[in-house]
């Protein structure tokens, strides 16, 4: 965490990878840690909005987008309540997000639907898994490592 003017100074200098100011706060993942992540072979899952998932896209070549959708709208609606931690207000304004945002999936990757948290979970790790072993994401030389010619 860094203050306002250091924030403001990384992005002039193209240092995030994605990056948004809410309320007068920025907020963004660094390309260096990413890279470092690259280099030593670690996935990172990051939690962004669908801005930041843009901002990715056009920054990091072979991202993978995977976007999470509630079941359907009733059901966001009713989790949303069920936590008793929002006004109605906000409440409706996040769905109001909700109904602008999801038309965004189909430039996704992956779409997870978040009907049971442990499926999702599932099916999360399960596309972790599948874009480790995809060809091309490995940082070896197949020849030489094998000993081919």
Request: charged residues 30%.
């Amino acid at each position: 965490f860094v203050d306002v003017n250091t924030s403001e100074r990384r992005v002039s200098m193209g240092e995030f990878a994605e990056w948004a100011e809410v309320h007068g706060n920025y907020y963004g993942t660094a390309l260096a840690t990413l890279e470092e992540a690259r280099t030593n072979g670690t996935d990172i899952l990051l939690d962004i909005d669908i801005q930041g998932a843009r901002q990715i896209r056009e920054k990091i070549d072979n991202a993978v987008l995977i976007f999470l959708l509630p079941p359907d709208l009733k059901e966001l609606r009713d989790r949303l309540m069920g936590r008793e931690s929002d006004t109605s207000e906000v409440i409706d304004r996040r769905m109001a997000n909700a109904r602008q945002e999801i038309p965004a999936a189909q430039w996704y990757d992956y779409w997870v639907v978040n009907e049971e948290l442990e499926l999702a979970i599932r099916d999360v790790s399960s596309i972790l898994r599948a874009e480790a072993c995809r060809g091309g994401r490995k940082q070896i030389n197949l020849k030489a490592y094998y000993g081919l010619d």
